[in-house]
């Protein structure tokens, strides 16, 4: 069993920046952040191989947003800049141990899920 506890988000204006954290307990292979906005699908953020620290993002985010973890391998960060008011949403933290790199940022992939936080990008 895995939890996972997420801390950061909030409020901030078009082109600020912000950062999530993700403290995990138990063993992962993949960590993954992912966003859901009102009436929207759960979509995909960015993933981290936790062994081997390979990342991927949505096109979405790429350029603006990096996911890393710390040197203990138990917390996952998502760094996020040039915030736009369509990345506004509850962002959640997820964790698996399946592999495969493809599927990294499908959410149905994923059993573990903190319990979100909210980001809000106002223009």
């Known amino acids: 069993q895995v939890q996972l506890v997420e801390s950061g988000g909030g409020s901030v204006q078009a082109g600020g920046s912000l950062r999530l954290s993700c403290a995990a307990s138990?063993?992962?292979?993949?960590m993954g952040w992912f966003r859901q906005a009102p009436g929207k699908d759960r979509e995909g953020v960015a993933a981290?191989?936790?062994?081997?620290?390979?990342?991927k993002y949505s096109d979405s985010v790429k350029g603006r947003f990096t996911i890393s973890q710390d040197n203990a391998k138990t917390t996952v960060y998502l760094q996020m800049n040039s915030l736009k008011g369509d990345d506004t949403g509850v962002y959640y933290c997820?964790?698996?141990?399946?592999?495969?790199?493809?599927?990294?940022?499908?959410?149905?992939?994923?059993?573990?899920w903190g319990q979100g936080t909210q980001v809000t990008v106002s223009s």
């Open positions: 138990g063993y992962t292979r993949y």
């Open positions: 997820a964790a698996r141990s399946a592999y495969g790199d493809d599927s990294a940022l499908n959410p149905r992939t994923y059993p573990y």
């Open positions: 981290i191989n936790v062994s081997n620290s390979w990342t």
